[in-house]
């Protein structure tokens, strides 16, 4: 039997918990609910990105860029997000029914 070597997870891949711990790391913060208070938000919010019960939205992003000084396309790349654009759906424009 050949000991094969360990393979890393793929870096590039999706993963919003690189990004909670690059902040932590880049703001000297203890953990996550300092993290919290630092973003202005509650720390179950935190707890539901790391669980992803939740998606980093733009608002998020927005904040963190406000505190971290980084760029929203540098926290989308510590963060795997790859994507070139955002898609926002047709029915986010369209007028409610009225019964």
Not at 20 to 44: G, H, Q, S, T, Y
Not at 74 to 86: A, E, N, S, T, V
Request: hydrophobic residues 40%; without cysteine.
């Amino acid at each position: 039997m050949t000991d094969l070597p360990e393979i890393a997870p793929n870096p590039l891949g999706y993963d919003p918990n690189r990004l909670l711990d690059a902040l932590i790391e880049l703001l000297k913060l203890k953990n996550d609910a300092a993290l919290a208070r630092a973003l202005e938000v509650a720390p179950p919010i935190i707890s539901k990105i790391r669980h992803r019960t939740m998606p980093v939205g733009a608002s998020m992003l927005i904040r963190m860029n406000e505190i971290s000084g980084l760029d929203i396309s540098q926290l989308r790349y510590i963060m795997g997000d790859r994507r070139g654009k955002f898609r926002i759906s047709d029915k986010q424009f369209k007028p409610k029914d009225k019964l």
